[in-house]
């Protein structure tokens, strides 16, 4: 970290979360945290964006408007919770003289209140050792996601009913909306949408909401235009896509009529080569780039116990398990990955579907990172609604 960095005369800091801060083997990340203003918090409006490392932050500095060059106490990057007065960036301080800011409470990741305010932090080191009690004291509960897995299909089929559940979702308080990625089904579905035309109504209709294809089988695709769409549809939700992939299944007359590989040896090798290709064509081969980097998060789905994808998972960025027969499996599935994987290859998910209403607790232990509300093959879009109004619990 440079001395400029340290001044706040950059805004290129990351955030550390609370779980982090807690981690008896972080202390070191602790002391940076004081030094850097490394702090695990998020402001309660509406208008900030949940991020893979547990952090609200505002959704983009250019579309919100302003300069934040001009902050004077800038804090966190797109993480500085400036107060937003008609459209303007404002720095806590600023807004406060202009008395633009409100008394609104900064609460940890785990919901709980730190007693200080916008208006009362003037400085990064006010923010620093108003928050260091708060952050040590803070439980260790792991905070996790919780989203909407919806198969585009039948009453869901219609996008606009679609953006109308995700736009709800969103104003619930839920953390994602994906939706299954099929040609055809099985019976008794008929009628499917397609995935990633709904996917970019919803980027354009929502500010929060991370979202994403689950999964998309690399194999019928090509890879090349995955890129193209991949890139556009970060861009156009401002950095919330995740990209789902696995194998696909011939169970559901979708591979074969069309002409598709359906040998699962082979789709395996394709799915390994095109995510090989995908990170070359993100990582600057072709323009725009995504805006997440250092790319878009990638999750694998994996069958249990078939241990080659968690394998190929590995190498990426999250695992989507089906099949499991219990938490006690995501937790051998957790241990495995720990194992595959170095400290510096950052965030990895661990996400479970669960139809509505199955307690979460014993698969957050496991160490679920984002639990799905799964509505199965053919979901109606009022017990979606019911589901959604109850929030994410």
């Known amino acids: 970290m440079s001395d400029a960095e340290l001044r706040g005369d950059s805004t290129a800091v990351t955030a550390v979360s609370v779980e982090q801060l807690h981690n008896a083997d972080r202390l070191a990340e602790l002391n940076r945290a004081l030094k850097c203003l490394l702090v695990g918090y998020w402001v309660d409006q509406p208008d900030l964006s949940l991020g893979r490392d547990g952090v609200r932050r505002p959704l983009h500095k250019t579309r919100l408007g302003g300069d934040p060059a001009e902050c004077e106490a800038e804090l966190i990057d797109e993480a500085d919770p400036a107060h937003l007065t008609d459209g303007t960036w404002r720095s806590p301080s600023a807004a406060a003289r202009s008395g633009g800011a409100p008394a609104v409470p900064l609460v940890l990741q785990n919901g709980s209140s730190t007693g200080c305010?916008?208006?009362?932090?003037?400085?990064?080191?006010?923010?620093?050792?108003?928050?260091?009690g708060d952050l040590m004291s803070a439980p260790l509960d792991r905070v996790v996601k919780r989203g909407l897995y919806l198969a585009p299909f039948d009453e869901l089929a219609d996008p606009s009913v679609l953006v109308t559940l995700a736009e709800a979702a969103e104003a619930r308080g839920w953390d994602g909306v994906f939706l299954w990625d099929h040609i055809l089904y099985r019976p008794p579905v008929r009628a499917v949408a397609d995935p990633w035309i709904v996917l970019s109504a919803i980027a354009a209709c929502t500010q929060r909401v991370w979202l994403g294809p689950l999964v998309t089988p690399l194999s019928r695709r090509r890879v090349h235009k995955v890129a193209r769409e991949?890139?556009?549809?970060?861009q156009l939700s401002h950095g919330r896509?995740?990209?789902?992939?696995?194998?696909?299944?011939?169970?559901?007359?979708?591979?074969?009529?069309?002409?598709?590989?359906?040998?699962?040896?082979?789709?395996?090798?394709?799915?390994?080569?095109?995510?090989t290709r995908l990170?070359?064509?993100?990582?600057?081969?072709?323009?725009?780039?995504?805006?997440?980097?250092?790319?878009?998060?990638?999750?694998?789905?994996?069958?249990?116990?078939?241990?080659?994808?968690l394998r190929r998972a590995a190498r990426w960025d999250g695992i989507f398990p089906v099949e499991l027969p219990g938490p006690e499996a995501l937790a051998e599935l957790a241990s495995e990955v720990a194992e595959q994987r170095d400290a510096d290859?950052?965030?990895?998910?661990?996400?479970?579907?669960?139809?509505?209403?199955?307690?979460?607790?014993?698969?957050q232990q496991a160490g679920a990172t984002w639990v799905l509300t799964d509505f199965g093959p053919q979901p109606r879009a009022g017990h979606v609604r019911d589901v959604i109004e109850e929030g994410p619990r």
């Open 230 to 234: 991949t890139a556009t549809l970060d």
């Open 117 to 132: 305010t916008l208006a009362s932090l003037s400085t990064p080191s006010s923010l620093a050792s108003s928050l260091v």
């Open 279 to 309: 990170g070359e064509f993100w990582a600057g081969e072709f323009e725009p780039r995504p805006v997440q980097t250092p790319r878009i998060p990638v999750w694998v789905a994996a069958r249990w116990p078939h241990r080659r994808p």
């Open 241 to 275: 896509l995740v990209l789902g992939v696995g194998l696909g299944s011939s169970n559901n007359g979708e591979l074969e009529p069309f002409g598709e590989v359906a040998d699962p040896r082979e789709r395996a090798r394709r799915l390994d080569e095109g995510l």
């Open 345 to 363: 290859q950052g965030p990895f998910d661990l996400v479970v579907d669960l139809e509505p209403g199955v307690e979460i607790d014993s698969w």
